[in-house]
């Protein structure tokens, strides 16, 4: 399997701009995970999916983050209008069964907001 | 609300000393907790999961040990080797959801 795919690996934008994170997980996984990296913050839930339905999304700072799943495949982090707070980096993760399996992470969006 | 804590924030050891890094969490209602590996410019890496009803698992050189009464997990690793070298962080599910420590920094010298 080839794990859980992100993209972009790295996004740098101006504050204002609406910035795109994309994710695929792994195929048979019913969960998806979004999670933000940051030195002050360690690694925050953002929001979680289960069958591509939003079931825990109280991590999302605020409404300028959204975050949709439209299929089993994919999903989107979508942030408007950008901030420089906002720069961090973004993981994306997926489970086949979170009780009892292991997460898995993708290798994380590098977020700049200049 | 859960927290979780890690000690050492960083550690520095000769190669093939045995270590220990440790965890705390403040409310025992967990499905289950978890030890990751973090490289560099890298995701996390699923070392070893506890479920709440284990109270151990060990991988090739890794031991884990859950206490939920007690609200801590030990990471106790073999023989330390250079490979080993990056941020270790732990993980508490309260439910279906994650909540990580801050992570331990090891640094296995030659």
């Known amino acids: 399997d080839a794990g859980v795919i992100q993209s972009p690996r790295h996004e740098v934008t101006e504050m204002g701009q609406e910035v795109t994170l994309r994710c695929k997980p792994i195929s048979g996984h019913d969960y998806l995970f979004w999670y933000r990296q940051t030195m002050m913050r360690g690694l925050e839930l953002l929001i979680y999916?289960?069958?591509?339905?939003?079931?825990?999304d109280s991590g999302m700072p605020e409404d300028r983050f959204s975050a949709k799943m439209p299929n089993a495949s994919f999903s989107t982090l979508k942030i408007q209008p950008s901030e420089p707070r906002d720069s961090a980096v973004y993981f994306c993760a997926s489970s086949s069964r979170p009780e009892g399996q292991p997460q898995h992470f993708g290798d994380g969006t590098r977020l700049s907001i200049l | 609300k859960q927290e979780v804590t890690q000690i050492p924030a960083a550690l520095s050891v000769p190669e093939g000393e045995n270590l220990v890094l440790n965890c705390s969490f403040t409310?025992?209602?967990?499905?289950?907790l978890q030890w990751f590996r973090q490289d560099p410019g890298k995701g996390l890496t699923s070392l070893l999961l506890?479920?709440?009803?284990?109270r151990e698992q060990t991988s090739g050189r890794l031991n884990a040990s859950l206490d939920k009464s007690s609200g801590r997990s030990t990471l106790y690793i073999a023989a330390s080797q250079p490979g080993d070298s990056a941020t270790y962080l732990c993980?508490?599910?309260?439910?279906?959801?994650?909540?990580f420590g801050a992570g331990t920094r090891l640094t296995v010298k030659p």
């Open positions: 506890i479920q709440s009803s284990q």
């Open positions: 999916f289960n069958n591509n339905v939003p079931i825990d």
């Open positions: 993980a508490v599910s309260p439910s279906n959801d994650m909540r």
């Open positions: 409310d025992s209602a967990i499905y289950n």
